[in-house]
């Protein structure tokens, strides 16, 4: 860390990320009023693609699957140091996503979470072009899609797959949301089911006594809720959503929960997963009511070693900005890294956020500028830089 503070580009650098906190504002309102609902964030990739050519990187292009990705040399050649952040949100085709101002606080669906990530990816690129700062390493900067729901990190999935552009990463950081302390070195694991029901239907007075498909996905889905779970590790089951049926006067054809399973580690959702299959199993139901269970989504688990240089360099930049990190676990685009043995941590970029994934979504810019500033110094520490 000492090396990074007194070389002159990179205090430069330093310097250029405050300077630029009100361009780094502009860009975080200006993506976040750009709709990027689950599996349409094309509007908002190819922006944020004109914004990335804009900050000085000239290797920007759209992979098969929408994630946008910049390449920028190394001083020598190597597996690249991978920095992202996602494009998509969770809010629907229809949502108002217009950014509301009240004193120092912004407001809007993904002002935080993610256009907080992508304006800072977008001022570390131009300060790196600015300034001139040759990393060592090659980085492959890159706006993923498919992170939140049931994108189920399709983006990162596809640019580490075999073959994948990113699959001989030296290391990974993803760029999410707001914070300066917590580091996060542990990937949460998700495995999301949908269960389905399909009956005859019909009218909900003339046809009364009919097996109802709504009726045996709750009592099924009531008792998965009262499964003893695991506390060591923890493992949650969330009964996350249902639907069904056509009309109030009518009983459905067809019914359906989303069910959300979590844990820090495979093991345990491989069980919980044989534990619902095996319920399902054990449900009657009448002739006329199919039941079927599919998973449609898995988000592996996964780990960094805390004292891996990845995370080192992480560490000494976030005490670099007068904070205390904070090692912590959360379900990120770095899972998939992760998993895959490669070194991976997810940061914050600054400021203050709440409300997630809600329409009232909130971001108040304190020590903004230092989180860039983090970001930037745990880049030059792990990617290294030409003195």
Request: hydrophobic residues 40%; aromatic residues 4%; glycine residues 12%.
């Given at each position: 860390?000492?090396?990074?503070?007194?070389?002159?580009?990179?205090?430069?650098?330093?310097?250029?990320?405050?300077?630029?906190?009100?361009?780094?504002?502009?860009?975080?309102?200006?993506?976040?009023?750009?709709?990027?609902?689950?599996?349409?964030?094309?509007?908002?990739?190819?922006?944020?693609?004109?914004?990335?050519?804009?900050?000085?990187?000239?290797?920007?292009?759209?992979?098969e699957?929408?994630?946008?990705v910049?390449?920028r040399p190394?001083?020598?050649?190597?597996?690249?140091?991978?920095?992202?952040?996602?494009?998509?949100t969770?809010?629907?085709?229809?949502?108002?996503?217009?950014?509301?101002?009240?004193?120092?606080?912004?407001a809007?669906?993904?002002i935080?979470?993610?256009?907080?990530?992508?304006?800072?990816?977008?001022?570390?690129?131009?300060?790196?072009?600015?300034?001139?700062?040759?990393?060592?390493?090659?980085?492959?900067?890159?706006?993923?899609?498919?992170?939140?729901?049931?994108?189920?990190?399709?983006?990162?999935?596809?640019?580490?797959?075999?073959?994948?552009?990113?699959?001989?990463?030296?290391?990974?950081?993803?760029?999410d949301?707001?914070?300066?302390?917590?580091?996060?070195?542990?990937?949460?694991?998700?495995?999301?089911?949908?269960?389905?029901?399909?009956?005859?239907?019909?009218?909900?007075?003339?046809?009364?006594?009919?097996?109802?498909?709504l009726?045996?996905?709750?009592?099924?889905?009531?008792?998965?809720?009262?499964?003893?779970?695991?506390?060591?590790?923890?493992?949650?089951?969330?009964?996350?959503?249902?639907?069904?049926?056509?009309?109030?006067?009518?009983?459905?054809q067809?019914?359906?929960?989303?069910?959300?399973?979590r844990?820090?580690?495979?093991?345990?959702?491989?069980?919980?997963?044989?534990?619902?299959r095996?319920?399902?199993?054990?449900?009657?139901?009448?002739?006329?009511?199919?039941?079927?269970?599919?998973?449609?989504?898995?988000?592996p688990?996964?780990?960094?070693?805390?004292?891996?240089p990845?995370?080192?360099?992480?560490?000494?930049?976030?005490?670099?900005?007068?904070?205390?990190?904070?090692?912590?676990?959360?379900?990120?685009d770095?899972?998939?890294?992760?998993d895959?043995?490669i070194?991976?941590?997810?940061?914050?970029?600054?400021?203050?956020?709440?409300?997630?994934?809600?329409?009232?979504?909130?971001?108040?810019?304190v020590?903004?500028?230092?989180?860039v500033?983090?970001a930037?110094?745990?880049?030059?520490?792990?990617?290294?830089?030409?003195?």
């Amino acid at each position: 860390m000492t090396s990074v503070l007194r070389h002159p580009a990179a205090r430069r650098a330093a310097d250029a990320c405050v300077a630029l906190d009100e361009s780094t504002l502009r860009a975080q309102i200006e993506l976040s009023e750009i709709p990027a609902p689950p599996f349409r964030e094309g509007e908002r990739a190819h922006r944020f693609a004109e914004l990335c050519r804009e900050a000085g990187l000239r290797d920007v292009h759209t992979d098969e699957v929408g994630n946008v990705v910049a390449l920028r040399p190394g001083a020598r050649e190597g597996s690249p140091l991978v920095v992202a952040a996602h494009l998509d949100t969770v809010f629907p085709v229809g949502t108002d996503v217009s950014v509301r101002r009240k004193g120092d606080v912004l407001a809007g669906p993904g002002i935080s979470d993610d256009a907080r990530g992508l304006a800072t990816l977008l001022t570390l690129a131009r300060v790196l072009c600015d300034e001139d700062v040759r990393t060592t390493t090659p980085l492959v900067l890159v706006g993923s899609v498919g992170e939140e729901g049931i994108g189920d990190l399709r983006g990162v999935k596809h640019l580490f797959a075999d073959g994948g552009a990113c699959r001989k990463a030296a290391g990974f950081i993803a760029l999410d949301g707001a914070g300066i302390d917590r580091i996060v070195v542990t990937g949460v694991g998700s495995r999301r089911y949908r269960l389905s029901a399909h009956g005859t239907g019909g009218h909900s007075w003339v046809d009364w006594g009919v097996a109802n498909p709504l009726h045996s996905v709750l009592d099924l889905g009531a008792r998965l809720t009262r499964l003893e779970l695991g506390s060591a590790p923890v493992t949650t089951l969330t009964v996350a959503r249902a639907g069904g049926g056509t009309s109030i006067n009518a009983i459905p054809q067809h019914a359906w929960l989303e069910i959300d399973t979590r844990c820090a580690h495979a093991g345990p959702l491989d069980a919980l997963e044989e534990r619902i299959r095996d319920e399902l199993a054990r449900t009657e139901t009448p002739d006329t009511i199919r039941l079927t269970l599919e998973v449609v989504g898995d988000r592996p688990a996964g780990a960094t070693d805390p004292d891996a240089p990845l995370v080192r360099a992480a560490l000494e930049a976030t005490r670099a900005v007068g904070r205390r990190p904070v090692l912590a676990m959360s379900s990120t685009d770095a899972n998939v890294p992760m998993d895959l043995g490669i070194p991976a941590l997810t940061l914050g970029c600054g400021g203050e956020a709440g409300l997630a994934h809600t329409t009232d979504e909130w971001y108040r810019n304190v020590r903004g500028p230092q989180g860039v500033v983090r970001a930037l110094y745990t880049v030059l520490l792990a990617a290294g830089f030409e003195e």
